[in-house]
Nanobody, 123 residues
Framework: QLVESGGGLVQPGGSLTLSCTASGFAFNHYSIGWVRQAPGKEREQMICISRTGGRTWYKDDVKGRFTVSRDNANNTVYLRMNNLKPGDTATYFC??????????????????WGQGTQVTVSS
């Protein structure tokens, strides 16, 4: 399973770091994606990180503000979010897939999902 943590309420321009910790499967065999869903909207793929962390991909509207990393020794992926905007308000999910693809979104067809953590950006 995957468990996200670190969400909360933050002011515009603020920062948060989300964590996604895995158990019960071979974490270092999986690429990890971060997906978010805003109220009334469809899920949106934002980020993908490869098994080793050597390759990362970002959706344009988070590029330069969000940074993904992983610690395979501790079965955890991190999402550092800077300069948060009200439009970033959503439930954030991490998900695991055995493969990554050549085209966007590189992470898809997920095998495991977390339950999500809420991020609210508001003054």
């Amino acid at each position: 399973q995957l468990v996200e943590s670190g969400g909360g309420l933050v002011q515009p321009g603020g920062s948060l770091t989300l964590s996604c910790t895995a158990s019960g499967f071979a974490f270092n065999h999986y690429s990890i994606g971060w997906v978010r869903q805003a109220p009334g909207k469809e899920r949106e793929q934002m980020i993908c990180i490869s098994r080793t962390g050597g390759r990362t991909w970002y959706k344009d509207d988070v590029k330069g503000r969000f940074t993904v990393s992983r610690d395979n020794a501790n079965n955890t992926v991190y999402l550092r979010m800077n300069n948060l905007k009200p439009g970033d308000t959503a439930t954030y999910f991490c998900a695991a897939t055995l493969y990554y693809y050549a085209d966007w979104p590189q992470c898809r067809a997920y095998d495991h999902w977390g339950q999500g953590t809420q991020v609210t950006v508001s003054s």
